[in-house]
């Protein structure tokens, strides 16, 4: 038996029932920035801790039977979807404590990112600024750890809490247990599906140290002619990110469909010989980073369209729902894309988005 079902007589019953928001046989087009119509067994929403946390403690955990969701905006559903949705939308931003240079600011799981990041620049606090615009929520920041422009979360996350829907106890993790890598953290790996995030403490400086030589940001901090400031770099990264990249609402998309592939020392300097202008980024370990976006132009995808989705044609990372697309259209896409490159290039480029 699906642990949803257990759940579903629960909440019913329960007096607190006005805290949890349970559907059943719910569609999901809302709620992924793909737009793409599936339909999930039982949706829960809450806004309360105290609710996940009765929650959880009625709750027969099944990993594969889950997801949790935040923005939408990284995942790709091809299917219905046989299990449950967890829909934690906790608010509020808080200025918990400032020690010396820093301050600790708590933020709820079903924050808009962006709005955090509004909030921090106009206070004056740094260190997520370069991280303007990247669409989903707060709760998401640490399992993917989000990165644009030289800046990761994780580098910002002091702790995150959660329940433990495993043991059915409220959790506080510390960030540098989370095992933060390019794109990547432990709850998307031996931790999926076994935190509910509630709420992000982040740690951010009151004296700014600012990272301006990614991409184009020096360029278009000049061309706006303001002095450098907070406002000044989310204003540059806005603008870039608002040039190259779709509106979700005009052409529904994950923003990087796929991450930059992280190759050896030796295959890249191959790579470099026969294509001089790959861009290269140095990564982990003496390994290096190529810009998938590049690969995928260079295998002539950038631009084209198979049924109704297609790579977007100022940024190849970026899919998108050229309108109507099922999930299973996009995938196929992606399927093609990748293959591509493979035979091109003879490297596998992986999906960044969750497929469901
Ligand atoms: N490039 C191409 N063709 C393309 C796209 C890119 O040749 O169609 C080249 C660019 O000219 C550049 C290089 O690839 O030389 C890198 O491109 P860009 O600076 O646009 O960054 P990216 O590696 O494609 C990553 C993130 C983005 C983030 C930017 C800026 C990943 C998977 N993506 O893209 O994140 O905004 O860097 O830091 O790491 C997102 O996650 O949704 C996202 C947009």
Redesign the pocket.
């Known amino acids: 038996m699906l642990g949803g079902c257990a759940i579903f007589h629960y909440i019913r019953d329960d007096k607190n029932s006005n805290t949890l928001r349970i559907e059943e046989n719910f569609d999901l087009k809302p709620y992924n920035t793909f737009a793409v119509s599936v339909r999930c067994r039982y949706f829960v929403e809450s806004d309360s801790e105290a609710a996940w946390f009765d929650f959880a403690k009625q709750y027969e955990w099944e990993p594969e039977q889950l997801v949790i969701l935040g923005g939408g905006s990284n995942f790709l559903f091809t299917e219905d979807f046989d299990g449950t949705v967890l829909y934690p939308t906790l608010s509020g931003i808080t200025l918990l404590q400032e020690q010396g240079g820093e301050v600790l600011v708590s933020a709820g799981a079903g924050v808009i990112w962006d709005d955090f990041v509004a909030w921090a620049v106009e206070r004056g606090y740094g260190g997520v600024e370069n991280l303007s615009l990247?669409?989903g929520h707060v709760g998401a920041a640490p399992v993917q750890n989000?990165?644009?422009?030289?800046m990761e979360a994780g580098d910002t996350i002091d702790s995150v809490e959660a329940i433990d829907l495993k043991r059915a106890v409220p959790v506080r993790i510390p960030g540098s247990d989370c095992h933060f890598s390019?794109?990547d953290s432990l709850f998307k790996h031996s931790w999926k599906n076994r935190y509910l995030i509630t709420r992000v403490t982040f740690r951010l400086r009151k004296k700014p140290v600012y990272k301006l030589d990614?991409?184009s940001i020096r360029e278009e901090l000049e061309r706006l002619g303001v002095p450098l400031s907070l406002s000044a770099v989310r204003q540059a990264v806005t603008n870039i990110?608002t040039s190259?990249?779709p509106d979700v609402q005009e052409l529904p998309n994950?923003?990087?469909f796929?991450?930059?592939p992280v190759v050896s020392a030796e295959l890249a300097a191959k790579l470099q010989q026969q294509y001089p202008a790959v861009?290269l980024y140095p990564a982990e370990e003496g390994m290096v980073k190529v810009?998938?976006?590049?690969l995928?132009?260079q295998a002539g995808w950038?631009g084209k369209t198979l049924g109704n989705a297609g790579v977007y044609d100022?940024?190849?990372?970026?899919l998108v729902n050229r309108g109507g697309a099922t999930g299973v259209e996009i995938a196929r896409l992606a399927n093609a894309v990748k293959k591509e490159v493979f035979v091109r290039f003879g490297i596998r480029i992986e999906s960044?988005v969750n497929i469901v």
């Open positions: 990247i669409p989000v990165g644009a422009y030289g390019y794109r990614y991409g990110r190259k990249l994950a923003g990087s796929f991450r930059n861009p810009a998938a976006g590049w995928i132009e950038k100022r940024q190849a990372l970026v960044e």
